[in-house]
């Protein structure tokens, strides 16, 4: 923590709560760092690890994956540009991940003028519905143009 000379980790005073983080030496002149997080964290998954008997390094999990514009509030902002936030598909979870996977395909179907994903559905429950007993089409071959959906 700051500036001071080598510090001993069972002297390190760090709390991490929900949304605040507070650090400093024990016999000290105070805390070093006592500010509002910009956002939530997990504060019992919380660490902190004295790193070269000078510097406190503390890592905590983001209630939600978003980001900061700094690690606190008034604190020096965060230049996003300068990030490599590029992830790779299987780093999302499987309903995320088969979200950009139709996305993906939606515009591949597009830019060929195919139908998308959802126009195929639904030109599958239409030509389910054509042949439907009471449908005034049963019998009749499929046309989904004969439709007006105006």
């Known amino acids: 923590p700051g500036g001071g000379?080598?510090?001993r980790a069972k002297d390190v005073v760090c709390e991490v709560s929900r949304k605040g983080l507070k650090v400093?030496?024990?016999g000290g002149t105070g805390l070093v760092v006592d500010g509002e997080l910009w956002g939530e964290v997990?504060?019992?998954d919380a660490v902190w690890s004295?790193?070269?008997r000078r510097f406190v390094q503390v890592s905590a999990d983001k209630r939600k994956s978003t980001w900061w514009k700094s690690a606190l509030v008034g604190g020096d902002e965060i230049d996003t540009t300068k990030v490599d936030s590029t992830c790779k598909l299987e780093d999302y979870d499987q309903g995320?991940?088969?979200a950009i996977n139709k996305v993906m395909?939606?515009?591949h179907q597009k830019r060929k003028g195919l139908p998308t994903s959802d126009e195929m559905a639904q030109h599958e429950v239409l030509r389910k519905a054509w042949d439907a007993e009471g449908s005034p089409f049963k019998g009749q071959p499929f046309d989904p143009s004969a439709i007006n959906f105006g």
């Open 5 to 7: 000379g080598p510090v």
């Open 24 to 26: 400093g030496v024990r």
């Open 42 to 44: 997990v504060q019992d």
């Open 50 to 52: 004295l790193e070269e």
């Open 96 to 98: 995320t991940q088969a």
């Open 105 to 107: 395909f939606d515009e």
